[in-house]
């Protein structure tokens, strides 16, 4: 029987999309939330194992290592989906910047660490971690500097994990420009965004999880960070 993948951030748009994805593969899903959603149930229907955790709280991110590892002994990937948004002014800078490194970097790094022996133990000849980082981790953003500059620490950490765990866990990152705008985003906005790109649309969930399996099929690829922008860097 094939390994789970754990998914971070299953609750909705790009995580919930993946697991639904590899539930209808048969493949199991472990998948993690911070706060309850509608889609949870549906979710859990469908056989994923799911598990609450708040990754900006140690002992929640403690509990949640230790029961990983006491109930899930092999591992299929890991996939770092798990993501905040904040911008300069949110809220205090010293906790804008903690609470995006917590996300972004702290958490990934915690559990690749710790699940390592978990995804040897389920590699199918090898194994996968994939580091959803973004766009801005490359350009910079003057208005989510701590948001951007915690993506490009994960982008980095790609590079660091993809030499420490290779040959039998390959590990990888995704980058995403714009998936899918969000319900509040006025027609000003999404004509603004869409204009940033050379295909001037949205990529959709399906764009990601297209991504996932070319990175979990290849017996190859490691190290790469694989850009879903639709060309930005030609506009």
């Known amino acids: ?36 959603r509608e889609a949870l149930a549906g979710l859990q229907a469908e056989g994923a194992r799911l598990y609450p955790a708040d990754f900006c709280h140690e002992p929640s991110l403690e509990g949640l290592i230790a029961t990983l590892r006491d109930r899930h002994p092999a591992l299929r990937a890991i996939i770092h989906n798990a993501s905040d948004w904040m911008k300069e002014g949110d809220a205090p800078d010293a906790e804008v910047m903690t609470r995006m490194m917590q996300v972004h970097v702290n958490a990934p790094y915690r559990l690749n660490l710790a699940l390592a022996e978990a995804l040897k133990a389920g590699a199918d000849p090898v194994a996968d971690i994939i580091h959803l980082t973004d766009y801005v981790a490359d350009t910079g953003s003057a208005k989510h500097i701590a948001y951007a500059a915690s993506k490009a620490a994960l982008a980095n950490m790609t590079l660091s994990f993809a030499k420490r ?4 866990v390959k590990v990888n990152a995704i980058a995403p420009a714009l998936i899918r705008f969000n319900e509040h985003d006025d027609e000003t906005y999404r004509q603004k965004a869409l204009a ?15 991504t996932v399996q070319y990175l979990m099929q290849s017996q190859y690829v490691t190290g790469r960070t694989l850009h879903l922008d639709g060309g930005r860097h030609l506009v």
């Open 165 to 168: 765990l290779g040959p039998t």
């Open 1 to 36: 029987m094939t390994a789970p993948v754990l998914i971070t951030g299953v609750g909705q748009r790009v995580g919930l999309h993946l697991a639904l994805a590899f539930l209808e593969q048969g493949v199991p899903v472990i998948g993690t939330y911070r706060r309850e």
């Open 196 to 210: 940033k790109s050379v295909m001037g649309k949205e990529g959709g969930e399906a764009e990601v999880w297209h």
